[in-house]
T-cell receptor, first 115, second 112 residues
Framework: GAVVSQHPSWVICKSGTSVKIECRSLDFQATTMFWYRQFPKQSLMLMATSNEGSKATYEQGVEKDKFLINHASLTLSTLTVTSAHPEDSSFYIC???????????FGPGTRLTVL | KQEVTQIPAALSVPEGENLVLNCSFTDSAIYNLQWFRQDPGKGLTSLLLIQSSQREQTSGRLNASLDKSSGRSTLYIAASQPGDSATYLCAVSKGGGNKLTFGTGTQLKVEL
């Protein structure tokens, strides 16, 4: 089946630094990738949708200058949390869709802790 | 704005019991509904996908039903096992592009 990986699986950083999270589709071409955020004991909230080669579409309330998304190839999307603060600490999950838009394949998630 | 609610928030049952998880959504104009499983600290595993034109889907011990007009779906788990312990999430999509709105989740614990 289709596999999506994320790197790193966890990261701890100091407040004010930037962190990059990678999302890769390992065995299929992902025309669309999604980024979600999940706070403890809460559900997943969609942050943005990205299509290869074009700018990401952000959900209401998500700062595009703070959460930079790049989908430069059909197998890689990156999320950069700029000037991270403790309130950005969360579990970030990506998903990817190929030609079958009904199906999203989810990555294992990245736990970000900002001190 | 679509809102998806799941009841109960948490559930603990003895092994072997049949159980039902509930999902309700406020906007019935959905494209499809999916049930996912999430283990602690992990990503999501898709369990069942029901298209808006379908009433139910089955996979092994799992059966999901959809009543679009009333904005409800149920996930039925037969003969529960400790390995079924996880958080179960339902999610709806509105249409093309497949943006998912997730429910609040039900944390299930199946005890020996």
């Amino acid at each position: 089946g289709a596999v999506v990986s994320q790197h790193p699986s966890w990261v701890i950083c100091k407040s004010g630094t930037s962190v990059k999270i990678e999302c890769r589709s390992l065995d299929f071409q992902a025309t669309t990738m999604f980024w979600y955020r999940q706070f403890p004991k809460q559900s997943l909230m969609l942050m943005a949708t990205s299509n290869e080669g074009s700018k990401a579409t952000y959900e209401q309330g998500v700062e595009k200058d703070k959460f930079l998304i790049n989908h430069a190839s059909l197998t890689l999307s990156t999320l950069t949390v700029t000037s991270a603060h403790p309130e950005d600490s969360s579990f970030y999950i990506c998903s990817a869709s190929g030609l079958d838009l009904d199906t999203q394949y989810f990555g294992p998630g990245t736990r970000l802790t900002v001190l | 704005k679509q809102e998806v609610t799941q009841i109960p928030a948490a559930l603990s049952v003895p092994e072997g019991e049949n159980l039902v998880l509930n999902c309700s959504f406020t906007d019935s104009a959905i494209y499809n509904l999916q049930w996912f499983r999430q283990d602690p600290g992990k990503g999501l595993t898709s369990l069942l996908l029901i298209q808006s034109s379908q009433r139910e889907q089955t996979s092994g011990r799992l059966n999901a039903s959809l009543d679009k007009s009333s904005g409800r779906s149920t996930l039925y788990i037969a003969a529960s096992q400790p390995g079924d312990s996880a958080t179960y999430l339902c999610a709806v999509s509105k249409g093309g592009g497949n943006k998912l709105t997730f429910g609040t989740g039900t944390q299930l614990k199946v005890e020996l």
